[in-house]
């Protein structure tokens, strides 16, 4: 169960949203028999299937998501360098480098996120803070919130690209418009301090009472101190 609840992280909710309910609905047979027919989406249908039962059989994951991946299938592609990148064929950071590259140049996004996280990070590749921030920047442009809080994080510390807290502020304003409460609580920083902007302390305040109200106990904190003032 952790590993298939890992997966499910890795890859995200709203990517597997869709397969699992598809794969729920569908008889085991008839999506076997499309998926031997060569039907890519069936074939990773059919190994989401698999990996995300109660009892999963990786293995038998593994095989689908190869055959759906060979044929060219994005999504294919970017669930088997899931399954390596977290270790359940076993783990070969490598090789989910081989396989996100693959799925990231057909412009998958989170293959792209991950690409990029997998040069940020240093699995897989040689670390490389310039071509991490050249994929989160695919994965911000279709609108990955994730890429976009990274890319304000890098600009903000000048991490593989050239510093700029008005760089940050417009990545930052993309991931808190999505709701992210680390992306608000930066926003709200910036225009405390006047980085990358005029001081604002209204603009503060309300970016740190949103990271606030969705639980990001460091905006409280500030929030409370900047009131006081």
């Known amino acids: 169960m952790k590993r298939t609840y890992t997966l499910a992280i890795l890859l995200g909710a709203a990517l597997l949203g869709?397969?699992?309910?598809?794969?729920?609905?569908?008889?085991t047979a008839r999506l076997t028999k499309q998926a031997m027919a060569g039907n890519a989406s069936a074939q990773v249908q059919l190994g989401m299937k698999y990996a995300m039962t109660m009892h999963p059989d990786f293995t038998e994951a593994m095989k689908w998501f190869r055959m759906a991946a060979d044929q060219g299938s994005a999504d294919g592609q970017l669930h088997l360098a899931a399954m390596y990148d977290i270790g359940v064929s076993p783990q070969n950071p490598t090789e989910a480098v081989k396989w996100y590259a693959l799925a990231a140049k057909q412009g998958q996004k989170d293959a792209e996120f991950r690409l990029g996280q997998m040069y940020d990070s240093a699995r897989g590749v040689t670390q490389d803070y310039a071509q991490a921030a050249e994929w989160y920047k695919k994965a911000a442009a279709q609108g990955r919130l994730d890429a976009e809080y990274r890319l304000g994080e890098m600009y903000e510390s000048g991490l593989g690209v050239k510093q700029s807290y008005t760089d940050a502020m417009h990545w930052y304003l993309g991931a808190?418009?999505?709701?992210?409460?680390?992306?608000?609580?930066?926003?709200?920083?910036?225009?405390?301090m006047g980085l990358g902007t005029k001081k604002d302390k209204q603009q503060a305040i309300a970016w740190y009472q949103k990271s606030s109200d969705?639980?990001?106990?460091?905006?409280?904190?500030?929030?409370?101190?900047?009131?006081?003032?």
Do not use: I, N
Not at 179 to 192: F, V
Not at 214 to 229: K, M, S
């Open 18 to 27: 869709g397969y699992l309910c598809s794969a729920q609905e569908d008889d």
């Open 176 to 192: 808190a418009s999505k709701g992210r409460p680390e992306a608000e609580y930066r926003l709200g920083y910036l225009y405390e």
């Open 214 to 229: 969705h639980g990001f106990p460091d905006a409280t904190q500030a929030l409370r101190a900047l009131e006081v003032q």
